[in-house]
């Protein structure tokens, strides 16, 4: 059975920073793009970074660029998303997800990943 399981999330002040993990069971990350999305309440689900297969393509949404840092360990079958300089307007549930794809330009939305884990609340707030 294929599982992502997030982890990391939790309560920091504005400028702070958090790393969260995604990993993998069930089946093998190395084949498999992933991407961070995140859903804050009343708002659409939208995609944060998303990193290819082989990390030959990355993908960060205009809202986190520099700010934002996504990883794989293959090794691990676990992909991070190191996040500073968190800001209020950061605050959301936090999901990553996984499907077989080539690149990520472009692709970084929710319909076209299969395979969701059940998410990790970040809430940024002094």
């Known amino acids: 059975q294929m599982q992502l399981v997030e982890s990391g999330g939790g309560l920091v002040q504005p400028g702070g920073s958090l790393r969260l993990s995604c990993a993998a069971s069930g089946f093998t990350l190395d084949y498999y793009a992933v991407g961070w999305f995140r859903q804050a309440p009343g708002k659409e689900r939208e995609g944060v970074s998303c990193?290819?297969?082989?990390?030959?393509?990355?993908y960060y949404s205009d809202s986190v660029k520099g700010r934002l840092t996504i990883s794989r360990d293959n090794a691990k079958n676990t992909v991070y998303l190191q996040m500073n300089s968190l800001k209020p307007e950061d605050t959301a549930v936090y999901y990553c997800?996984?499907?077989?794809?080539?690149?990520?330009?472009?692709?970084?939305?929710?319909?076209?990943?299969?395979?969701w884990g059940q998410g990790t609340q970040v809430t940024v707030s002094s």
């Open positions: 990193i290819s297969s082989s990390e030959g393509s990355t």
């Open positions: 997800a996984a499907d077989v794809m080539s690149t990520v330009e472009a692709m970084c939305v929710p319909p076209l990943f299969g395979t």
